[in-house]
């Protein structure tokens, strides 16, 4: 079964910094379109970042330099390190693969994880 | 960037409604357009991709069509676990797919 859990949300400070954790199974992340999206209280999605290739990476503008996203091969796992957060960065954080397809490219997220909040606030 | 805007905001309807829900692409966009529904608490979940393509294992009362830039999701008999807030995504400019802002479905 595909299936991705995320982890490491929680209570920061703002300045602070926090991990997530996204660990799949039933497909390999390294072969994959892999991406965070968030949610914010009350507010639609908002694409955050996405990981795919060789490593290549790509940043909404609202967490570029901030944030760093990454993957763990031998554990099939991606991550999200958030720095310097803010109170805007409060969300919940989506981890979802993005389908691809080899005429068009990447498309469509699918799967989504269930999502892990983050909190930024003194 | 790409804009995507979505109408109406909120619908109420009942059971064994028919829902329209549009959005709109601040440019063409072809085909690539793409239809979640999530609800309270849960992951976005995959309905329609391709404009009118319907995911695996989704109940063929939801429907999709459009292309360059109108876009339309229909239910054509609403259930209960329908009520939902539904977004449509644009996946024409890697890597900055945006979302429309939601459509909520609620209970008339």
């Known amino acids: 079964e595909v299936q991705l859990v995320e982890s490491g949300g929680g209570l920061v400070q703002p300045g602070g910094s926090l991990r997530l954790s996204c660990a799949a199974s039933?497909?390999?992340?390294?072969?994959?379109?892999m991406s965070w999206v968030r949610q914010a209280p009350g507010k639609g999605l908002e694409w955050v970042s996405v990981i795919y290739g060789g490593g290549s990476t790509y940043y909404a503008d609202s967490v570029k330099g901030r944030f760093t996203i990454s993957r763990d091969n031998s554990k099939n796992t991606l991550f999200l390190q958030m720095n310097s957060l803010r109170a805007e960065d409060t969300a919940v954080y989506y981890c979802a693969r993005i389908d691809y397809d080899f005429w068009s490219g990447p498309n469509w997220f699918d799967p989504w994880g269930q999502g892990t909040l983050v909190t930024v606030s003194s | 960037d790409i804009q995507m805007t979505q109408s109406p905001s909120s619908v109420s309807a009942s059971v064994g409604d028919r829902v329209t829900i549009t959005c709109q692409a601040s440019?063409?966009?072809?085909?690539?357009l793409a239809w979640y529904q999530q609800k309270p608490g849960k992951a976005p979940k995959l309905l329609i991709y391709?404009?009118?393509s319907l995911q695996s294992g989704v109940p063929s009362r939801f429907s999709g069509s459009g292309s360059g830039t109108d876009f339309t999701l229909t239910i054509s008999s609403l259930q209960p676990e329908d009520f939902a807030t539904y977004y449509c995504q644009q996946a024409n400019s890697f890597p900055g797919f945006t979302f429309g802002p939601g459509t909520k479905v609620d209970i008339k």
């Open positions: 440019q063409g966009i072809s085909s690539w």
């Open positions: 039933g497909f390999t992340v390294s072969s994959n379109y």
């Open positions: 391709a404009a009118s």
